[in-house]
């Protein structure tokens, strides 16, 4: 009997952009790669191409999607696009700098950091997001049985799309570093196997 190859799905976090650097809230707003976020993209792209990915998919929020041109670019492989994988929607606090979140809303920011729910200012509910985004993985895997796909997105859809596959609580994958702007996480998925976390927070 021979055994499938696995899948390997390499969750890549965007570039930086302005709106990071002055750590400002950005969720579902369509903020674009700075030169730092660009250069980034342009060295963590060299090492993926390195990997010979079979397929790219990206939200398709700019900041995403400019990532992952870089990395269309060497390889040739033209990404997909997927709503699914934007960023959470974070309502009110969008555009808005940190420190003015934490001061208009102190109790839904420590609770953001802490995993857990925030039944203010329009949040989407961490439950929502992290369904919509472990559809969009095992819909991924359907679609690539036994090939390397990078999927190019946001550090809250890498972190939740851990949580979703492998069932973890929030707590847990809130305990996890989050991801540096243009590094990425790597999934693997084989039938009769499951899901595993291969490496966290890899980059250049």
């Known amino acids: 009997m021979t055994l499938q190859r696995s899948t390997r799905l390499i969750l890549w976090r965007h570039g930086q952009t302005a709106w990071n650097a002055e ?8 903020a674009e790669l700075d030169d730092t976020g660009r250069a980034q993209a342009q060295a963590a792209a060299q090492r993926l191409a390195a990997r010979e990915p079979d397929a790219i998919v990206s ?21 997909a696009y997927d709503v699914r ?19 208009r809303w102190p109790d839904g920011w420590a609770r953001w950091h802490r995993g ?3 039944d203010e200012a329009g949040l989407e509910r961490i439950e929502d997001m992290t369904k919509r985004v472990g559809e969009a993985l095992q819909d991924i895997v359907e679609r690539h049985p036994g090939e390397t796909v990078v999927v190019a997105t946001h550090g809250g859809v890498v972190r939740h799309g851990i949580e979703a596959v492998l069932e973890w609580p929030t707590q847990v994958v809130y305990s996890v570093a989050a991801l540096t702007n243009c590094n990425w996480s790597e999934l693997h998925h084989r039938p009769g196997r499951g899901w595993w976390l291969h490496a966290h927070n890899v980059g250049v």
């Open 23 to 30: 750590r400002r809230i950005q969720g579902q707003q369509d």
């Open 59 to 79: 939200s398709d929020l700019s900041r995403a999607s400019d990532t992952a041109a870089a990395l269309a670019a060497l390889t040739g492989l033209v990404p």
């Open 116 to 118: 857990e729910p925030i």
């Open 85 to 103: 994988l934007r960023e959470r929607a974070f309502g009110q606090w969008e555009t808005l700098l940190a420190s003015e979140v934490e001061e």
